[in-house]
Nanobody
Framework: QVQLVESGGGLVQAGGSLRLSCAASGGTFSGYAMGWFRQGPGKEREFVAAISWNGAITNYADSVKGRFTISRDNAKNTMSLQMNRLRPEDPAVYYC????????????????WGQGTPVTVSL
């Protein structure tokens, strides 16, 4: 019964950077793989990045590869997403999720979502 709370969203200029955080409570944080998803206006929720329980494996959507970096600190029960060189297509509500890996593919936990934090990019 992991509870997830995102923070760090806000307004940033195109080309700028923003760091999102996800704080977990309850359950065993290190027992979960973690992921970030986002949902923009008029779009379905899409995968952004994921990280294995020990950080040994990371995966990124092609649209953010090379610009975003996912990390976690199991001692602090936190996960973060460093977003650099933000683009006009990046604005969305960003959600963190606790899940697991099926082989090399991240599988989101259907019941383990945060409330989301909005990211807005100004031109």
């Amino acid at each position: 019964q992991v509870q997830l709370v995102e923070s760090g969203g806000g307004l940033v200029q195109a080309g700028g950077s923003l760091r999102l955080s996800c704080a977990a409570s309850g359950g065993t944080f290190s027992g979960y793989a973690m992921g970030w998803f986002r949902q923009g206006p008029g779009k379905e929720r899409e995968f952004v990045a994921a990280i294995s329980w020990n950080g040994a494996i990371t995966n990124y959507a092609d649209s953010v590869k090379g610009r975003f970096t996912i990390s976690r600190d199991n001692a602090k029960n936190t996960m973060s997403l460093q977003m650099n060189r933000l683009r006009p297509e990046d604005p969305a509500v960003y959600y963190c999720n606790a899940g697991y890996y099926s082989g090399c593919r991240y599988t989101p936990g259907p019941d383990y979502w945060g409330q989301g934090t909005p990211v807005t990019v100004s031109l």
